[in-house]
């Protein structure tokens, strides 16, 4: 599983101009999944995710997580993470996990940060998304749960 992690002040996902899941303050994690991907991968992210020191403490240093600062999440299923263009310039998705698949492990991850006690928002599985947010820092970090 891939995650496209960023801190945000602010961020919404809309479908077909209704918002469907915002959040505050926190993180907006990109979450792609393929084939051989796992329940063991999921945990891997989920865990590392509210893990992640990347907001400030009072001496202006990353060293806070989101569980830290009580930040919410906001989870959107991307299947483009595992886009290739290596060869040409018209991405290949052969990697990215049949939709069933990827569902179930999207499904486990939010369920993982529920259960750590993180509110999570979510857009829709599958649907055609408008994301949108404001990049705080800016701060992007890219997790892979296979190195």
Do not use: C
Not at 4 to 26: C, N, P
Not at 32 to 58: C, N, P, W
Not at 83 to 100: I, L, S, T
Request: hydrophobic share 40%.
């Amino acid at each position: 599983m891939r995650a496209l992690i960023q801190r945000s002040k602010e961020a919404k996902v809309t479908v077909d101009g209704t918002v469907v899941g915002s959040i505050d303050r926190g993180l907006v994690v990109l979450l792609g999944v393929t084939h051989d991907d796992s329940d063991a991968d999921a945990v891997y992210l989920a865990e590392k995710v509210v893990g992640l020191r990347i907001f400030e403490d009072e001496s202006g240093k990353m060293n806070l997580s989101l569980t830290d600062t009580g930040g919410a999440l906001l989870s959107v299923s991307q299947f483009t993470l595992y886009g290739d263009v290596r060869k040409g310039k018209r991405p290949n998705f052969m990697a990215a996990a049949k939709p069933d698949h990827a569902l179930k492990l999207y499904e486990r991850f939010n369920e993982l940060l529920r259960d750590g006690g993180i509110h999570v928002e979510t857009g829709r599985f599958g649907e055609m998304m408008d994301v949108s947010l404001v990049n705080w820092g800016p701060v992007t970090i890219w997790l892979d749960s296979k190195g």
